[in-house]
């Protein structure tokens, strides 16, 4: 009887870069990818320049040294959460059969840290977070911080804002702008469509997407006359492009602007004022979401409706947004003008 030879498991050269690439394979989303190999990066260089190892060989002490030269640079959370990403590298790596064990493991179970899943966040008030906006010099970052601010809406919907998802009425941007709305946008001047569809690595009205949307439902936001401002004093400079986007860099000429792109210009701003730190958690830290957060507690707190908070988010059932869609002119805008924070 012959005995087939079993198949020899994989001995990737760069095991990082494998993890990484399965981690595509099984649709993680870019944001996690970067956490991931920014983390694992770090823990390989401690390995191989600190200890003399490598990551196949690395052991519990490598793996426990490594979390002790964590401490007093990271919030604990942190410090928590980077462990989690290598022991799940290695519980991945042992499974597929590429590593012997996970030396992980029982540094997890024994660390003093512990993810902190429900974040209290930095408390900024209105008043501060308009001399934020007011410190902001360039018209695209100013739009789109206030886009962020004024919407509620992720980092990743932002940017995948087209032109024709957005209908100012001002006959200066519609002569510059020969672009002609989305048809539920008809009957709705000064409103933002935002689309359940764009899908990361997707094409999309022509072009492939970096991010992918997460909203439930489509959703129709109102402009109000700061946003409007903004984003008329954004389009009188955006670049000539043939790129639908409404958000282009200036930078990268032309080219849509990401969701890194975004978070890196959101965390110099905010490091400027003290709001940013690099290591840091999201109970220190302003970033995209912090806007989300940000938006949804002082609307939340300023209508008391939640219903309504939620339909702008886009995270809300179906029956819910449909009596929100269909009072969208009678009710939406009006508790929404109503109750707008002013940042200008």
């Not at 649709?27 to 990818?33: D, F």
């Not at 809406?153 to 032109?163: A, H, K, Q, S, T």
């Not at 992918?212 to 401002?229: F, G, Q």
């Not at 975004?262 to 905010?270: N, Q």
């Amino acid at each position: 009887m012959v005995v087939e030879e079993q198949a020899a498991e994989p001995e990737p050269d760069d095991p990082v870069a494998y993890f990484l690439q399965d981690m595509t394979f099984h649709g993680r989303s870019e944001r996690t990818r970067e956490a991931y190999e920014r983390v694992l990066r770090g823990f390989e260089s401690f390995v191989v320049g600190q200890r003399g190892t490598s990551l196949p060989d690395a052991t519990q002490r490598e793996c426990m040294a490594w979390v002790h030269s964590l401490r007093g640079d990271h919030a604990s959370s942190t410090v928590a959460s980077y462990a989690s990403y290598v022991h799940r590298f290695y519980a991945y790596m042992t499974q597929v059969g590429t590593f012997e064990s996970n030396p992980m493991a029982l540094v997890t179970e024994e660390m003093d840290e512990s993810i902190d899943t429900d974040p209290a966040r930095r408390e900024i008030s209105v008043e501060e977070m308009r001399a934020f906006v007011a410190a902001i010099s360039h018209p695209l970052e100013r739009a789109l911080v206030g886009t962020l601010l004024k919407t509620g809406m992720r980092v990743g919907e932002c940017c995948n804002l087209d032109l024709r998802d957005v209908y100012l009425n001002d006959s200066e941007v519609q002569a510059a702008y020969d672009v002609d709305p989305r048809a539920a946008l008809d009957g709705r001047p000064n409103s933002i469509y935002v689309a359940s569809e764009p899908a990361r690595g997707e094409v999309y009205n022509g072009e492939e997407r970096t991010a992918s949307n997460k909203r439930k439902r489509d959703t129709v936001i109102p402009i109000d006359s700061e946003l409007k401002r903004l984003l008329k004093a954004w389009l009188a400079i955006r670049p000539d492009t043939a790129s639908p986007a409404l958000f282009c860099s200036t930078s990268e000429w032309g080219t849509r602007t990401t969701p890194s792109m975004v978070r890196s210009t959101v965390a110099e701003r905010a490091g400027e004022r003290g709001w940013y730190r690099e290591g840091g958690d999201a109970e220190e830290n302003v970033t995209p979401h912090y806007f989300r957060h940000f938006f949804t507690t002082h609307l939340r707190d300023r209508t008391g409706d939640r219903g309504i908070v939620k339909y702008l988010r886009g995270d809300v059932a179906s029956d819910i947004i449909d009596t929100y869609t269909h009072n969208w002119g009678d009710r939406v805008r009006d508790v929404y003008e109503t109750n707008i924070y002013s940042l200008l």
